[in-house]
């Protein structure tokens, strides 16, 4: 059992790797210029290539992927010659990034022509002071310096020659002189818990991402809690009636729900309660963070689809199970021994019936995931699924990789449970 | 059947003919009535496509009516928030998924749908997978397993939106989207055929020849694993509609100009208040053609399973 475990968990960082590589080079090759969609199609040619100098794109391929795994403090720490160390920031908590000078976290800023270095004091705020001169001269007489600006960033400032930089604020881009001329956005990268900032929002991605998991957590918590009894309650009714108008009725409806698109049966439900009833909210707007703990009406809607759509599936594997244990010789043996019927049903045949069903509705979660998408498109409701729709329509590395990296793991982790359940229910199956 | 007649002539027909042996084996179809009924549904579309090709009531891309009426003598299932025949609309819907696929040079248009090209791309990918870890074993398993994980365990949605979002809209881009998400499925069911027939004797024998493995997976194996996969082929063809119709309706599916059921979905719903039956009517085409799919592939698995037992 150890050996079965230790043996998922490689192929699980296997797994891991290859789909963020995949990802990755997709995301590369397809995004094309993200710089226009953060600025717009009306920025200049010079605001890009600034914008995109900022966010360090102009590295190759392989150095960015690397920067977004393990980190680049230990690339930028070789120009700048300090520490680089990270410090909350006291407002939002944060990482901020700050150099270690003699035990001061310092960063710098040229105003100008002029460096000025910040040193960051116990409560967070900083003291600024004219920097130490610093400028190292290299063979061409280019007098230069690495140090870490305020938006951390490992930037290269030149003497003299401050570059024109086009900064991206709230209220649009404005321009600024005593530029640097280099820029490493710094990071920890993923291994050590840091996603990364996402393009869209221009805040960390596990700021963003992770109201959003707790939302969708939610969703597909409260659907799993109806589907389940339901599901397995009408299929081993379904079983044990095999071929009775009742298994009919339970098979074809719950084969015209798992036929029906989510989108489709979403619509029909939105058209039935939302508009012509009007019992419930057709759209899931969510008016604070916690809406749907305040107003849990807004769930009904996108859970009855998601049950719509998971309980035939459910059913039919459940149905299907049930009838083929309701055959076997053991469950003959039982009823002709003269027990009674519902005893043979729910001591002996249910037992035996689930196993398949429980296995496969944890193999389910990864098309559960794609259901998520679609619903919480629909409803309008700020999930996961919604972030990585949004996230990969925009060619938003960052996020994409973070959500997608998420969701491969509760895939894979929900696999290796089934696994170990199915061992679990069924003895005779052994992992060397 | 009039057909089945063998020409009279030189040929001595000790064996049935390739007329009689095709209805022997199509008519496994007609003893179950679930695979009779989904039958029934899918020739209904794929006839409805046929005739759109050369005739449909009206053009389905010009807006000639009022917006959003309701079905009428006119427009048999209304018109949509453009003016468009809906009927005309829906039928040549059914051409882009299962009748034809267009190539985005020069309008140039090939047969058969988005949704089989992609079905019979996994099926050709997946096959070959699937045998050579299956029949090799060893590196070859461990490795094309691997791989395979990896894809199954990438939520399907995501690759679909980064496969799109990488190569654009387009209708070989979407065949590519369906071929890598349901290869690795494909591949899984024939590896696991692939391990059990190679212990047959046959193979064995056609070992002992020297016949390259290649010959054994292709000629020996994969025919020999055919049941199983028309049965998952059928049931693939029925995600795939799925997935397409669930592209259209996020909006970054099959490119227009041709009427998309998804698409048609999405743009309808728009106008919920004021026009159901514009949503109504694609929803229950996708709907019909997927149960009619399922219900083919369950009575034919039945069918084909029957003897087994």
């Not at chain 1, 590395?397 to 929900?414: D, G, H, K, R």
């Amino acid at each position: 059992m150890a050996r079965f475990i230790i043996r998922s968990l490689v192929s699980t960082f296997i797994t891991l790797i290859i789909v963020s590589v995949a990802l990755f080079l997709l995301l590369e090759v397809g995004s094309g210029d993200i710089t226009v969609k953060i600025l717009g199609v009306f920025s200049t040619p010079e605001q890009r290539a600034s914008y995109r100098n900022q966010l360090g794109l102009d590295d190759p391929v392989y150095l960015r992927y690397i920067d977004w795994l393990i980190g680049n403090e230990w690339r930028a720490e070789r120009q700048v010659g300090f520490d680089l160390v990270t410090a909350p920031n006291p407002q939002t908590g944060e990482d901020t990034w700050w150099a270690d000078v003699d035990g001061q976290l310092i960063r710098w800023s040229l105003e100008e022509g002029e460096l000025m270095k910040l040193v960051r004091q116990e409560d967070g705020s900083t003291v600024a002071s004219l920097a130490d001169a610093v400028w190292t001269t290299d063979e061409g007489g280019q007098e230069s310096f690495w140090g870490v600006d305020d938006k951390n960033n490992a930037v290269k400032w030149v003497r003299g020659e401050g570059a024109e930089v086009w900064v991206l604020t709230k209220a649009g881009l404005r321009k600024e002189g005593d530029g640097p001329q280099d820029y490493i956005p710094l990071r920890k990268g993923l291994i050590r818990g840091d996603a990364g900032k996402s393009l869209q929002y221009g805040r960390p991605v596990s700021v963003t991402l992770w109201p959003r998991v707790r939302n969708t957590l939610v969703l597909a918590g409260v659907a799993f809690l109806v589907v389940m009894p339901l599901a397995l309650i009408f299929g081993i009714i379904a079983g044990i009636n095999e071929g009775k108008p009742i298994d009919r009725f339970i098979s074809v409806t719950s084969l015209g729900a798992t036929a029906t698109p989510e989108f489709v049966t979403g619509i029909f439900l939105i058209l039935i309660f939302g508009i012509w009833l009007q019992w419930l909210p057709a759209v899931a707007i969510f008016t604070s963070a916690d809406a749907i703990f305040e107003n849990p009406a807004l769930l009904a809607l996108p859970v009855l689809t998601l049950t719509a759509v998971e309980l035939g599936y459910v059913i039919r594997m459940t149905r299907a199970s049930m009838v083929e244990v309701m055959g076997s010789p053991y469950i003959r043996t039982a009823i002709l021994k003269g027990m009674p019927y519902w005893r043979v049903v729910a001591r002996h045949a249910v037992r035996n019936a689930l196993m398949a069903p429980i296995t496969i509705i944890m193999l389910h979660v990864n098309w559960l995931i794609g259901g998520v998408v679609v619903v919480e498109t629909i409803f309008g409701y700020p999930g996961l699924g919604k972030y990585i729709f949004d996230a990969a329509i925009f060619g938003d590395v960052n996020a994409v990789e973070a959500a997608a990296m998420l969701t491969v793991i509760i895939a894979v982790l929900t696999r290796i449970l089934g696994d170990l359940a199915y061992t679990f229910l069924n003895p005779r199956i052994r992992y060397a | 059947m009039a057909v089945a007649q063998p020409t009279a002539g030189a040929v001595p027909s000790q064996a049935p003919s390739r007329w009689a042996k095709m209805w022997k084996s199509l008519s496994i179809i007609f003893e179950s009535r679930i695979a009779t009924v989904g039958m029934v549904l899918v020739l209904f579309w794929v006839i409805l496509g046929l005739i759109s090709l050369v005739w449909t009531p009206y053009p389905p891309n010009a807006s000639e009516f009022t917006q959003n009426l309701p079905p009428n003598t006119t427009n048999w299932l209304g018109t949509d928030h453009l003016g468009r025949d809906i009927l005309s609309r829906l039928m040549v819907g059914t051409q882009v998924i299962l009748l034809k696929t267009r190539l985005p040079w020069g309008g140039l248009v090939f047969p058969i749908g988005v949704a089989i090209w992609g079905v019979i791309g996994s099926v050709l990918v997946g096959a070959f997978l699937g045998l050579n870890a299956g029949y090799r074993g060893g590196w070859w398993d461990q490795v094309t397993m691997q791989f395979l994980d990896a894809l199954i365990a990438f939520p399907v949605i995501v690759l679909y939106l980064v496969v799109i979002a990488a190569l654009g809209q387009g209708d070989l881009v979407v065949i590519l989207a369906i071929t890598v998400t349901g290869a690795p499925g494909v591949a899984r069911l024939v590896r696991s055929l692939a391990l059990d027939i190679k212990t047959r004797d046959y193979i064995r024998a056609a070992e002992t020849r020297g016949e390259s493995p290649w010959y054994v997976m292709f000629v020996e194996i994969l025919p020999n694993a055919r049941g199983p996969l028309i049965v998952d082929s059928m049931l693939r063809v029925g995600y795939a509609i799925f997935a397409i119709g669930t592209l259209g309706f996020l909006g970054i599916g099959l490119p227009p100009p041709d009427p998309d059921w998804g698409n048609m979905v999405n743009e309808a719903r728009k106008n919920i208040f004021s026009n159901q039956w514009a949503v109504v009517w694609p929803s229950v085409a996708i709907a019909s053609l997927v149960i009619g799919l399922n219900l083919f592939a369950d009575g034919l698995r039945e069918e084909l399973t029957r003897y087994q037992k």
